[in-house]
């Protein structure tokens, strides 16, 4: 989710995330994870994103991002040199957060991925993480939408999301991780299984170019102190040692990750506009 400068760069207070003042037990998880200090936020951490964001086109285009969330991504993208960068946040809190980490080399607006405002045919990329995932099927599909109308044909969407595995997954064994991760992000957690996120991308005029995944391991010893790094992490063990409403509610959402493990894990799509 980000490279080594935003690393680096100090994760925002507490009390400036979103929700800041919404109880342990009712905040959605990447915002209790922001609470605590965490910075990578992204089912593949900050190896998938990189991956991702490398693949890109991105010298001298017109990039649009949504749900930057923190903005580390955001420094990654305005830092290989697009011709402009902006991002569509809805969350008023995380737009400020993201309009800091990227100053004057982009802008933030605050919006809702539906519906952007951006004019047609106005960027030649649009990237998003972990976000589809929180919408409903039909949702998705509206973002798809929108995000079809504001590239220009020849420009490519990227995509760093959940997936369900393995392909053939039955279909009450991934309702049960579905509701599992629900109840314990306390958000409309939806993931698809690949064939499922293609075929998504297709029906709404979308090319699927290339498909890369990596393992779900967000809580992981080890993705924390790659991701974080020492300081990061140890940061972060503080804040969750110190409170113990966040604590129960961190360890409720490992013991998910954990028990569902097989069945999930990090995607990352690039698909074309025709």
């Known amino acids: 989710m980000t490279d080594a400068s935003a690393s680096a760069s100090p994760a925002p207070r507490s009390a400036d995330v979103p929700l800041a003042d919404r109880r342990a037990e009712d905040v959605p998880a990447h915002w209790l994870l922001a609470r605590l200090g965490k910075k990578v936020l992204r089912p593949g951490g900050r190896q998938l994103t990189t991956r991702l964001v490398g693949m890109l086109p991105l010298a001298g285009a017109d990039v ?26 809805e969350d008023a809190d995380a737009a400020a957060i993201a309009a800091d980490a990227v100053g004057d080399a982009g802008a933030i607006t605050v919006g809702n991925a539906k ?13 998003n993480e972990a976000m589809l995932t929180m919408n409903t099927n039909r949702s998705k599909g509206e973002i798809l939408d929108e995000v079809a109308r504001i590239l220009r044909p020849g420009g490519c969407y990227a995509v760093h999301e959940l ?112």
């Open 115 to 127: 519906s952007t405002g951006l004019d047609s045919a106005s960027c030649d990329v649009v990237l």
């Open 64 to 89: 649009v991002e949504l749900a930057p969330g923190l903005g580390l991504t955001a420094r990654m993208l305005v830092n290989a040199h697009p011709r402009s960068y902006v991002g569509v946040e």
């Open 163 to 274: 997936s369900l595995v393995p392909d053939d997954i039955p279909a009450a064994t991934a309702e049960d991780v579905r509701l599992s991760l629900v109840r314990s992000q306390k958000v409309n957690t939806r993931p698809l299984t690949t064939s499922e996120w293609r075929a998504l991308f297709e029906a709404h005029g979308m090319r699927v170019e290339k498909i890369v995944h990596a393992p779900m391991r967000l809580l992981h010893f080890r993705r924390l102190l790659a991701d974080e790094g020492v300081r990061g992490t140890l940061r972060i063990a503080g804040n969750y040692l110190r409170d113990a409403d966040v604590r129960r509610r961190v360890n409720t959402m490992r013991a998910s990750f954990r028990r569902n493990e097989r069945h999930i894990a990090a995607i990352a799509i690039i698909a074309s506009k025709p």
